[in-house]
């Protein structure tokens, strides 16, 4: 009970764009993970969450912006991305949601 909790700790969100969605086509699904994530637990928690067999997984971490809401400054957050490789004959259908 308690490992299927941390997979949800792990795998935060899909990210939908319209470049993941592009990338989809080639059995690659990206996922929002949490910062200290590792490949191996990246890994673990899609084949547990969703009954797949994972080929690969890159990850990269994407740097917060400055933005200006109301004419006040802010900034994003950083966040960290993984694009997840599926072996063939597997898919994640995202729009259903974790």
Request: hydrophobic share 40%.
């Amino acid at each position: 009970m308690t490992t299927q909790l941390k997979h949800y700790d792990v795998v935060l969100s899909p990210v939908i764009t319209e470049k993941s969605t592009m990338a989809s086509e080639d059995n690659k699904i990206v996922f929002k993970v949490a910062r200290d994530a590792s490949k191996p637990e990246i890994k673990a928690a899609v084949e547990a969450l969703f009954q797949v067999k994972v080929k690969s997984v890159n990850t990269l971490v994407r740097k917060g912006k400055v933005k200006r809401f109301r004419g006040h400054l802010g900034r994003q957050s950083d966040y960290k991305k993984a694009v997840v490789t599926l072996h063939e004959g597997h898919a994640i259908d995202v729009t259903t949601g974790l």
